[in-house]
């Protein structure tokens, strides 16, 4: 619940960021659509709105997502790595990175690509213990991006490498 409970929260206050910045960061976004955050690999994608993704259920591989981090979603463990990201309209969605790289961090006010997005709506209303060990009415109601690949996510201008996943080892021993 806490985990939730900090999503929404973050989404909501918008990272909590005085209305100067938050104002520069949408100043920003209108212009970076279409300019340097755009290169690399998806240069040639159009960039679209939340609105749009959720309106018209748009799955083409050709469109993205080009959001500001407004902040990130403490948690105990490292897998998903949420953040915070808010778009030209200043809709927010939380970014939720698997496969995510230990010392592979996010600084707020980064721009970043997010390609072929699919934008999940969640409405969870929790049926246990509260925060404070009483029942709880809280809906916690945000929407969210699944990246499995860090990889294929543009961070200021840069494409992310293959360095900044994760990757799978096993070490097999034969006890014969």
Not at 4 to 15: A, F, P, T, W
Not at 18 to 45: C, V, W
Not at 61 to 77: E, S, W, Y
Request: charged share 20%.
């Amino acid at each position: 619940i806490q985990y939730l409970n900090d999503i929404s929260k973050l989404l909501r206050s918008k990272g909590g960021l005085k209305t100067k910045r938050l104002h520069s960061f949408i100043n920003d976004l209108s212009n970076a659509s279409t300019t340097s955050s755009m290169q690399g690999p998806y240069k040639e994608f159009e960039a679209i709105s939340i609105d749009e993704l959720i309106k018209h259920s748009i799955n083409n591989p050709r469109f993205c997502l080009v959001g500001k981090v407004l902040g990130v979603v403490p948690t105990d463990d490292f897998v998903p790595f949420t953040v915070a990201l808010i778009e030209h309209t200043e809709r927010t969605v939380a970014l939720n990175i698997y496969n995510l790289a230990k010392g592979s961090w996010f600084t707020v006010g980064d721009c970043v690509v997010v390609p072929m997005p699919t934008v999940v709506h969640h409405m969870v209303t929790p049926s246990c213990d509260g925060l404070n060990g009483d029942r709880t009415s809280s809906v916690f109601e945000f929407d969210s991006i699944r990246i499995d690949n860090p990889a294929i996510l543009v961070v200021n201008g840069r494409p992310w490498g293959r360095d900044k996943q994760a990757l799978l080892s096993a070490h097999v021993e034969n006890n014969s």
